[in-house]
């Protein structure tokens, strides 16, 4: 068994000052006071669970669209540098077949164990809302192409996202759900009662919340006061500073709480390198600042964002608890993927899953599946 002893543990039931044992890739032991034997001392940091990440479409300059696996892989250890220890790869709205053929290649990448699964950001998209997402090839929702997709994906399709409002949707929602398929309900223009309808059918999640969505009016509450109300789903948020005002996030968090919100990052390629022009999918992208934009129309394209710098936002600009920001960062989403008796909280049995944070709530040390990513300083 290997120790990281005097650490600050953030567990269910609480804060835990103590040590933790590893073995055979899992969480062997937690308890409180001074480890048993010599190991990793951690001087008093804090260890949370690893980041768990539903949305995010590459980083590093690799990108997930593009069904290369080097570039996968590239964007996955970039993201993993920076507490990410589960993510879905999130493919971008594209012609069908391109769709397929990455879907295949990212397949095997699941079968590794790099991703928990791959995740449809489309085609079945509004046009009035697609903001990045290619709205040539836009499509109806069909039960045959989506067979497609789910046949390529060899039993690692995990998410889907789509508009409730479109013709078939519902079916597809249903559909989906049975298949296995997380239902996300996003990029959409549809009223209050048309996600209620979403949710009616199975959609469980809504993607990147009040971003690619008709907004909220008090007259016409649309998908944003549909999500908040409905116990049902789980909001995503991309706590960037750029995708939604601080306040926005305090609210939406208020509203409804760390069991029901899941912070994404929504990364695309340029994360973790400089500004300039990137692809995502079909589209031109450029960074100017940190902030992505398409190159035509402006409309925002994904961010730059890692999981850690969500989690500091949350603690220090949304106000969230440490257990809050734990609960938003990785157990509510670990629950959205049926993957929470695993991961997403630190617990005896559990996969060994976990980051080192410094004071600052800086990552100086992340462990996935047991074996250090990242070496905290002894
Ligand atoms: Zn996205």
């Known amino acids: ?121 489309g085609p079945y998209l509004s046009a009035a809302r697609c903001g990045a997402q290619d709205p040539r090839s836009l499509r109806r929702p069909d039960s045959a192409e989506f067979a497609r997709l789910v046949k390529a994906a060899r039993g690692h399709g995990r998410m889907i996202t789509i508009a409730p409002e479109l013709p078939g949707a519902i079916d597809l929602i249903a559909e989906s759900v049975a298949e296995g398929v997380i239902a996300a309900l996003g990029h959409t223009d549809c009223s209050y009662e048309e996600f209620v309808a979403g949710a009616d059918a199975g959609g469980t999640v809504a993607t990147h919340l009040f971003n690619g969505m008709r907004p909220l009016h008090h007259r016409d509450p649309g998908p944003i006061g549909a999500a908040l109300n409905d116990e049902r789903i789980t909001v995503e948020l991309i706590n960037d500073g750029v995708h939604l005002h601080p306040g926005i996030v305090r609210m939406a968090l208020k509203a409804v709480g760390a069991g029901r919100a899941a912070l994404i990052t929504d990364a695309m390629a340029a994360a973790g390198l400089g500004d300039g022009s990137y692809r995502l999918g079909a589209m031109t992208v450029d960074v100017d600042g940190g902030v992505a934009r398409l190159a035509e129309g402006g409309a925002l394209a994904g961010s730059t964002l890692t999981m850690d710098v969500a989690f500091k936002r949350a603690v220090r600009l949304a106000g969230l608890s440490m257990a809050d920001a734990v609960a938003v960062t990785s157990s509510t989403p670990a629950r959205v993927l049926g993957l929470d008796h695993r991961i997403g909280s630190l617990e005896e049995g559990k996969d060994a899953d976990l980051v080192v944070l410094s004071e600052e709530l800086t990552v100086v040390g992340v462990m996935r599946r047991g074996e250090w990513i990242i070496d905290p300083p002894k």
Do not use: K, N
Request: proline content about 4%; overall charge negative.
């Open 1 to 121: 068994m290997r120790v990281l002893g005097d650490a600050r543990i953030i567990t269910p039931g609480g804060v835990r000052h103590g040590w933790i044992g590893v073995a055979d890739g899992r969480i062997a032991r937690i308890a409180d006071g001074v480890a048993p034997e010599e190991g990793y001392g951690l001087r008093g940091r804090w260890v949370v669970p690893g980041f768990v990440d539903l949305h995010t479409h590459g980083g590093a300059g690799g990108s997930y669209p593009s069904g290369d696996l080097e570039q996968a892989r590239r964007a996955f250890a970039f993201h993993l540098a920076h507490g990410t220890t589960t993510a879905l790869a999130s493919l971008v709205t594209g012609p069908l077949d391109d769709l397929v053929d990455a879907t295949g290649a990212l397949a095997e990448l699941c079968d590794e164990g790099l991703f928990a699964g791959i995740h449809w950001e």
